[in-house]
């Protein structure tokens, strides 16, 4: 009886019409879900392709206290982090600074106690047992070059996320003369060093600068960072190294120098490269040293706020004084405009480094309006050939005249003529 039933609704089902839209449907269904997965995997790729460029934003970590267990931040030399629901900060999102762990260092960057602080707690409470032992180079005459301390006040650490930052800030334009910019800024030691009263910095910074024949854009830039550079609680100099005589430009070489110069005063352990006429719009961008090399002008208001290429490297940049001296510092041939920064980029990768970026609408900056330098019309032979004077092209080949050190209210002024290009 089954099988007859069977058979009959077989006849009765081979005489009815199928319909062509249900033929449609199905392969639109079809077409849909192959570009959705096509979609996906192209977002997915993209991600990891761009994971090495950009920064993890969240930082968290599982820490044990007590009798409990409880999910605590512990600062990290990366991205942005948001308190633990027991800590004594606000709940909104701010940027962290860029070490928890202070090693006992002393002038050559030698660590001598490697014993590391599990928590946040723990580097607070430990703070006052850091000792800065400080010995001066042997190349240093003290009588012509005056050295700075280490100033150990026996304070707590300054906490990991300053508490006074704001956010996007106003940039000034105006340019007072350096006796008004004098007196807007008591707290500057000489030299344009400066290190917080409330609490023991984290990070010693050198600001470095290459400059020549710039007067008004070097006082608008000082008006603008040495706000900033406070509210981030860091220990910091400044640093103008200015270039001699009337020959090209070098820009790389005088960053150099102020590598050298910084560290015969002072024991610095990160370094900004600055350009002049760039100015932060965005104090969460901090001026400190992550674990990779920090391309720090993402988004500059006349690129309209977009990343020219990945690689890119020009503008501001960080970099720590280990990583600095591996890559041989800049490349000391490119004279007059341009190349440089990109040869770096080279260096910071083929000594396996990837460069870091915070988010662009955190690492904002504006540019003053400037005359352009002419051309390096050498740059991209030397960019072809770089690879192979890593070695010997830069720190290890830097030969210059110091003609003057003058330790000012505002900045340390650095005076020096370069060899004349061949």
């Known amino acids: 009886m089954r099988c007859r039933c069977l058979s009959a609704w077989s006849r009765i ?69 948001s308190p633990s629901h027991n800590s004594s900060f606000n709940g909104s999102m701010r940027v962290s600074v860029e070490r928890t762990l202070s090693p006992v260092e002393n002038i050559s960057g030698e660590t001598k106690n490697l014993s590391f602080l599990h928590t946040h707690e723990n580097a607070v409470r430990n703070a006052s047992s850091l000792v800065l032992n400080i010995s001066l180079p042997s190349d240093l005459n003290p009588t012509t070059s005056p050295s700075l301390t280490v100033p150990f006040t026996g304070k707590s650490l300054c906490p990991p996320i300053p508490p006074n930052l704001n956010g996007p800030i106003k940039v000034l334009k105006d340019s007072p003369s350096l006796e008004e910019l004098e007196k807007m800024f008591p707290l500057l030691e000489p030299g344009g060093h400066y290190h917080p009263e409330e609490c023991q910095a984290r990070d010693r910074v050198a600001i470095i600068v290459p400059y020549r024949d710039r007067a008004e854009h070097l006082s608008t830039f000082l008006l603008n960072l040495h706000p900033l550079l406070q509210r981030q609680q860091l220990d910091y100099g400044m640093f103008v190294i200015e270039q001699g005589g009337d020959g090209p430009f070098n820009r790389a070489m005088l960053m150099n120098v102020g590598f050298v110069e910084a560290l015969k005063l002072y024991s610095y352990d990160c370094f900004i490269f600055h350009d002049v006429d760039l100015l932060p719009e965005d104090d969460r961008n901090l001026y400190t040293c992550p674990e990779q090399p920090r391309h720090m002008s993402v988004a500059v208001d006349v690129l309209k706020y977009k990343l020219p290429y990945q690689a890119i490297f020009g503008g501001v940049s960080a970099m720590t004084k280990t990583q600095f001296q591996k890559v041989n510092g800049f490349s000391n041939l490119f004279w007059g405009w341009g190349g440089e920064d990109d040869d770096m980029s080279n260096r910071v990768r083929h000594h396996g480094y990837h460069i870091s970026r915070y988010p662009a609408n955190i690492a904002r900056y504006k540019m003053l309006a400037h005359r352009k330098q002419h051309a390096n019309p050498k740059r991209y032979e030397f960019l072809n050939t770089g690879r192979k004077r890593f070695k010997t092209d830069g720190l290890s080949n830097l030969q210059y005249d110091r003609k003057e ?18």
Do not use: D, M
């Open 13 to 81: 089902t081979q005489h009815v019409p199928r319909q062509p839209c249900l033929h449609i449907h199905s392969h639109l269904c079809k077409v849909v879900i192959v570009l959705a997965v096509l979609i996906a995997l192209q977002f997915l790729l993209t991600t990891i392709f761009e994971a090495r460029q950009i920064e993890p934003l969240f930082t968290v970590n599982f820490t044990y206290s007590g009798r409990r267990s409880r999910w605590g931040l512990i600062s990290h030399s990366r991205g942005l982090l």
């Open 405 to 422: 050190l003058n330790l000012g209210k505002l900045y340390t002024r650095v005076l020096v003529e370069l060899a004349t290009p061949s």
